[in-house]
């Protein structure tokens, strides 16, 4: 097999002329690893000019001690010209657009709750006690009373008249609770914090408006998944952005699972096995649905709790979360892929697969001992 090594640079007129020196030589199949973003441009330039191949660098490690881009690049010539290739999911743009907005999104989310604990820090080293009263920092209240804080506001009395709804009954815990040391440093630190959250905030409701907009020819499916006990809109535009909805990248449901890391990993030698553990998957998909399956549990009556608590008596309560978000993930499969709302097995499902079960056994073995077996139900 002939080769041939040369090296472009990272610039857009670089890589015209990488893809055009592909074209010259006939090449119809492009080989890349998936590092970072990096990858990103080369696969915008060479999309639709060549079949492209992204690969996880961990299933492509070359011999330890031979290590460079020139190694790299044909170890991955010949493992894709031998067919030992395995490509990496790579969506669609709008699918991509969504991803990205869904995950900026948790990101924003995150720094709230961080600037958030920020506040109660300072509150605490000046010692006011709000927290022990207002179980919202960011509720209707506490923004009001953080804001005349922030303006040089001090006097506990004339805090604890700005509570709301039913903070007015505990105005008196409220006024001992304002009682402390306030001084401008604090006061500054609270300000900075409280305009940092709403711009936040504001930024996220610019993302909820775009992502509108992008999921408005799918609002139907979007709908569906929303049906799942546990599933809200954010998480359905999560998984929208992360699986997309063309299900036929994922041969079956089980693909799908495995590729989102929601199943144990494989790892036995001379009969046994040694590691149980759930396998490394999409992270962003996979912390969102043990979230939502944490909030589906709850719901009383369904076959979701009944599966929860019939595991979690065996194996613990980390192994039964794990196996509903699984549960979730694989009826967003059906969902998607069928066109269909989600329908609950109920909470006795268990029950009656262990009756038609024992049914079954027993059947089986009057066979064997040379009966005729006839069921019919009681009258």
Request: aromatic share 6%; with cysteine.
């Amino acid at each position: 097999m002939e080769q041939e090594v040369r090296t472009f640079g990272t610039t857009t007129r670089e890589l015209g002329k990488l893809a055009d020196w592909l074209g010259e030589a006939s090449i119809t199949h492009v080989v890349m690893e998936a590092t970072g973003v990096y990858w990103r441009p080369v696969w915008h330039i060479l999309e639709g000019h060549f079949e492209l191949v992204l690969t996880n660098a961990m299933h492509v490690r070359n011999v330890p001690g031979r290590k460079s881009d020139a190694n790299d690049a044909q170890w991955l010539s010949e493992l894709l010209a031998h067919g030992l290739v395995r490509g990496s999911f790579v969506p669609p743009t709008q699918v991509q657009e969504v991803r990205e907005l869904t995950r900026t999104r948790r990101q924003l989310v995150r720094t709230i709750t961080q600037n958030t604990q920020r506040i109660q820090k300072t509150l605490e080293a000046a010692n006011l006690k709000l927290a022990s009263v207002v179980t919202d920092t960011l509720g209707v209240t506490s923004r009001l009373i953080l804001k005349a804080i922030h303006k040089g506001e001090t006097d506990p009395e004339v805090l604890a008249d700005l509570a709301c709804g039913r903070l007015k009954n505990k105005r008196s815990e409220l006024v001992e609770a304002l009682r402390g040391h306030l001084t401008e440093h604090h006061r500054f630190l609270i300000g900075l914090h409280l305009r940092t959250i709403e711009g936040l905030e504001k930024e996220i409701e610019r993302i909820e408006k775009r992502l509108g907009k992008l999921l408005k020819p799918l609002a139907e499916q979007e709908a569906r998944l929303t049906t799942i006990h546990g599933v809200s809109t954010t998480v359905a535009q999560v998984i929208l952005g992360e699986i997309g909805w063309a299900m036929e990248r994922f041969a079956t449901v089980a693909a799908l699972i495995s590729w989102a890391g929601l199943c144990p990993q494989m790892h036995e030698s001379a009969g046994k096995r040694k590691r149980n553990r759930i396998r490394k998957g999409a992270s962003w998909l996979k912390t969102v649905l043990v979230q939502a399956a944490w909030a589906a549990v709850r719901t009383k009556g369904s076959y979701f709790r009944s599966k929860f608590l019939r595991i979690k008596s065996r194996r613990g309560a980390t192994k039964a979360i794990v196996a509903i978000a699984a549960d979730i993930l694989k009826a967003a499969y059906f969902i998607l892929r069928d066109g269909v709302d989600y329908k609950d097995l109920g909470p006795d499902y268990f029950e009656r697969q262990d009756k038609n079960r024992a049914v079954r056994r027993h059947v089986k073995r009057l066979q064997a001992l040379g009966y005729e077996v006839v069921i019919a139900p009681v009258a």
